[in-house]
């Protein structure tokens, strides 16, 4: 990831150094580190019980922007998670009513729908200028596409997932050469499809994880702290366990290898 020089960043508005005082207080993101997350660009997959959340804080920290890529529409069955959608919104496009939250959430960063469907057809051109791709999606196969996607275009990869009670986070860089890649982690799932949709998930669970994948972000984007880079963070919030597994390159792997 390019690091700026810091006199060549552009300097805040006063609204903006009043919207972001919080972050600007912190001496890990401080005026600077705002700046500069105010010039970067991260694709989002996926507005569900993870994605809402992501987006939501995304664009509340003063991402530059946000591309947002869903092909649903929302059903009452959402609503017990998906929190950027109400009891009006259902039967409406999701990239739609979220353009419109987020927008009012914050009108000064730049926000793109894209109303696609990912499989392995879908056209490379709208990561080529991301600086991150998050992987908020409910299925193994999706998330197999996704992982191509991040190895093709050279993209870090910020993977999520949320089912009963248990979730994961994962940090992939495939932007950099040898590491392992969520192929080398799950080799054998390309036809599994399971999702929260059969089994049930946890309202908060789903909050908890997407808060972990936008926090991910940040830090990633801004060079801070220690991120979950090719660990695996697994969270069972009804014993309240919480553990971490590092992972290697699989020289197998058919992905990355
Ligand atoms: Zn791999």
Known sequence: MKTKIKNNLKSLTNQEIERYNRHILLEEIDIHGQSELLEKHVCLIGLGGLGCPIAYYLTSSGIGELTII??????????????????????????????????????????????????SHINNVIFKNCDLIIDATDNFKTRTIINKISIDNKKPL???????????????????????????????????????????????????????????????????????????LLIDVKYSNYRIVNLKQDKKCKVCS
Do not use: H, W
Not at 70 to 85: K, P, V
């Open 70 to 119: 869903d092909y649903d529409r929302i059903d009452t069955t959402n609503l017990q998670r998906q929190i950027l959608f109400n009891s009006l919104d259902v039967n409406k496009k999701k990239v739609e009513v979220a353009f419109e939250k987020l927008t009012q959430l914050n009108p000064t960063i730049k926000i793109n729908k894209v109303d696609k469907q990912i499989n």
């Open 158 to 232: 910020i993977m999520g997932s949320a089912a009963k009670m248990e979730g994961q986070v994962a940090v992939f860089r495939n932007d950099l050469p040898n590491m392992p890649c969520y192929n080398c982690l799950y080799n054998d799932l390309d036809d599994e499809n399971k999702s929260c949709l059969d089994q049930g998930v946890l309202s908060s669970l789903t909050g908890i994880i997407g808060s972990i994948q936008a926090t991910e972000s940040i830090k990633l984007l801004l060079n801070f702290g220690e991120t979950l880079e090719s660990k695996l």
